[in-house]
T-cell receptor, first 114, second 112 residues
Framework: KAGVTQTPRYLIKTRGQQVTLSCSPI?????VSWYQQTPGQGLQFLFE???????NKGNFPGRFSGRQFSNSRSEMNVSTLELGDSALYLCASSSGAGNSYEQYFGPGTRLTVT | GQNIDQPTEMTATEGAIVQINCTYQ??????LFWYQQHAGEAPTFLSYNVLDGLEEKGRFSSFLSRSKGYSYLLLKELQMKDSASYLCAVRDLTAAGNKLTFGGGTRVLVKP
């Protein structure tokens, strides 16, 4: 079974631009969660999508948004990029059923904002 | 909200045992997770505790005390490949699904 894939793996953007990151979960998984990881703040939860609906949301500004498609693939978008948005963005997939707990992380997208 | 504390760094010798503590304060609790993350790689799932007690999985064990808001991850027979960051995370009771709050991670350095 293929793992979680994220594209692109690396990205360099300029302040004020916007960016879209993509995540394909493990086949059959319906839950996709997004996290931001920085040296200073660690791993922080952005949001979770399940069956095309946002199920949970972290404490990030509205510039951070996401969506999920019918095939469970998910995208997250960051508008009006700031230098502080430079981070590793990780997505994680799980079956999402019941109280399932195991999340599988993708390799991440390293975003650098200049 | 959630507040999770774990030591920043620990050093141990190959073959030894290391215990990584994690304390948490939560408004709701629905399970505690441990993840391992090697430098430059994604986190990988190690263990999950939702009831009090010890869960053993090979060289790794995880303990939970909900009344004390405390967990530890025990790594036995340390190997050089165990050098990594270990992340403690708590799932929010008030949210269905997967809303995890992570601690800052404990970097473990295994020396020969």
């Amino acid at each position: 079974k293929a793992g979680v894939t994220q594209t692109p793996r690396y990205l360099i953007k300029t302040r004020g631009q916007q960016v879209t990151l993509s995540c394909s979960p493990i086949s059959g998984h319906r839950s996709v969660s997004w996290y931001q990881q920085t040296p200073g703040q660690g791993l922080q939860f952005l949001f979770e999508y399940f069956s095309e609906t946002q199920r949970n949301k972290g404490n990030f500004p509205g510039r951070f948004s996401g969506r999920q498609f019918s095939n469970s693939r998910s995208e997250m978008n960051v508008s009006t990029l700031e230098l502080g948005d430079s981070a590793l963005y990780l997505c994680a997939s799980s079956s999402g059923a019941g109280n399932s707990y195991e999340q599988y992380f993708g390799p991440g997208t390293r975003l650098t904002v200049t | 909200g959630q507040n999770i504390d774990q030591p920043t760094e620990m050093t141990a010798t190959e073959g030894a045992i290391v215990q990584i503590n994690c304390t948490y304060q939560t408004s709701g609790f629905n399970g505690l997770f441990w993840y391992q993350q090697h430098a430059g790689e994604a986190p990988t799932f190690l263990s999950y505790n939702v009831l009090d007690g010890l869960e053993e999985k090979g060289r790794f064990s995880s303990f939970l005390s909900r009344s004390k808001g405390y967990s530890y991850l025990l790594l036995k027979e340390l190997q050089m490949k165990d050098s990594a960051s270990y992340l403690c995370a708590v799932r929010d009771l008030t949210a269905a699904g997967n809303k995890l709050t992570f601690g800052g991670g404990t970097r473990v350095l295994v020396k020969p």
